[in-house]
């Protein structure tokens, strides 16, 4: 029976139930093999969900380790610990965020050069028989193995030698899971760029075993210069403000679980939803608008509140609503970096002059990880492992 995947927290509670059982030694000897679009059995595919927070990080780990030992389940655990790790590093660093976006629009507006290859890596017409497959996959499907990933990503620039953020972009605006964080660092990461001087080489026998001989592509290239950049720092996060009285409850696509957000002695008054319009596929698009439509009807049913959906996530549509339901503070789940963040950033620095504030609440398992993301992973894993086990 094909798993669903619809854009809902019931389905992604439903895939977790499926998957827990795997998640210990059948995922650590199978999660590298890509046995293509028709199976996915040895993937817990909750990406897309974990990417909305439809399900939490927190509720993933809690129903593996009812299951299974730490141990046992490791593979599976550093997955989402990864997650984790690439949205604190990012937000410790906004500036490469912004950096990233700035590199992006100037080589959208670029002629010549790398165009050519560009148009045909775009099109699936560059010759290499798993790079064009994979393109077709990505277009169909929206989502691609990890190992396929890492192989499509080290072809794109040392074989193709195309800009990094351009293939960043193309995955997040194609991907069900595109996440700023982990999709943006996860292709720094390749390039040298993440792990300074350490880039990822895809080869044809690598991918040949781990495709079962589906493909076994010639013609790759054979060295890996890291790219490079100076060093960022790592800042401090924002402290939180307390949610108190009488608020309004708007919820962004990266967290849709509001039931479970520790409000304090806030009263949700009144529910709302917005997206951010980002140029991504129709059917991401799609996905997200459904998901907070999923979102806000629990949320209203949980708070016993009217709902709205907003036409946007701008000054004027959140303005409109905290005016027609008599709010002075709307409380939004604390976005990490990326272009929800970006929205809310402009929309409270402009409500602020109205009388209203806005108010981000940061789950305790972020505010618990998050800080210990300053340097390399392992570093990450050491001081953020208590939250796995």
């Known amino acids: 029976m094909a798993m669903n995947l619809a854009p809902a927290r019931a389905a992604g509670l439903a895939a977790l139930d499926d998957f827990v059982a795997a998640a210990g030694r059948r995922y650590t000897d199978t999660r590298n093999y890509d046995h293509g679009p028709g199976d996915r059995t040895n993937v817990s595919m909750l990406s897309r969900f974990l990417r909305y927070r439809l399900v939490t990080e927190a509720e993933v780990v809690a129903a593996v380790r009812r299951e299974h030992s730490a141990a046992a389940a490791e593979k599976f655990l550093q997955e989402v610990l990864w997650r984790t790790y690439w949205k604190g590093w990012l937000e410790m660093r906004p500036s490469v965020w ?66 990094w953020q351009l293939g960043a972009d193309l ?115 799609t996905f997200v608008a459904n998901a907070l439509t999923d979102a806000r009807d629990r949320a209203a049913a949980h708070f016993a509140v009217a709902a709205d959906a907003l036409p946007a996530l701008t000054t004027g549509a959140v303005r409109d609503w905290a005016r027609r339901c008599d709010l002075t503070t709307v409380v939004v789940p604390y976005a990490p970096i990326g272009p929800t963040r970006t929205a809310l950033d402009l929309v409270a620095a402009a409500i602020v002059t109205d009388g209203i504030a806005l108010v981000p609440v ?7 990880a998050w800080p210990a993301a300053r340097r390399g992973y392992f570093a990450f894993r050491e001081g953020a492992g208590t939250l796995i086990g």
């Not at 077709?136 to 074989?159: P, Q």
């Not at 100076?230 to 679980?257: F, I, K, N, Y």
């Not at 940061?362 to 618990?368: G, Q, T």
Request: net charge positive.
């Open 98 to 163: 912004t950096r990233y976006r700035a590199d992006l629009a100037g080589l959208k507006m670029q002629t010549g050069g790398w165009r050519a290859a560009y148009d045909r890596a775009l099109a699936g017409n560059t010759g290499i028989d798993c790079f064009d497959a994979w393109i077709a996959e990505l277009a169909t499907h929206g989502y691609l193995h990890n190992h396929a990933r890492m192989w499509f990503a080290s072809i794109w620039i040392f074989t193709l030698r195309l800009p």
């Open 171 to 285: 995955f997040y605006r194609q991907l069900f899971d595109g996440d700023p964080a982990s999709n943006t660092l996860s292709w720094r990461w390749v390039a040298g760029l993440q792990t300074a001087g350490k880039t990822y080489l895809a080869t044809r026998d690598n991918i040949a075993r781990y495709t079962g001989g589906r493909f076994a592509p010639a013609g790759l290239a054979t060295t890996a210069t890291a790219l490079t950049e100076a060093p960022t720092p790592p800042q401090a996060l924002s402290p939180m403000m307390p949610a108190t009285g009488r608020v309004g409850l708007l919820l962004g696509e990266d967290d849709c679980h509001a039931e479970s957000l520790a409000l304090g002695g806030a009263r949700v008054t009144a529910v709302a939803s917005a997206t951010v319009a980002d140029g991504r596929s129709a059917a991401v698009e």
């Open 362 to 368: 940061r789950r305790a398992w972020d505010s618990a």
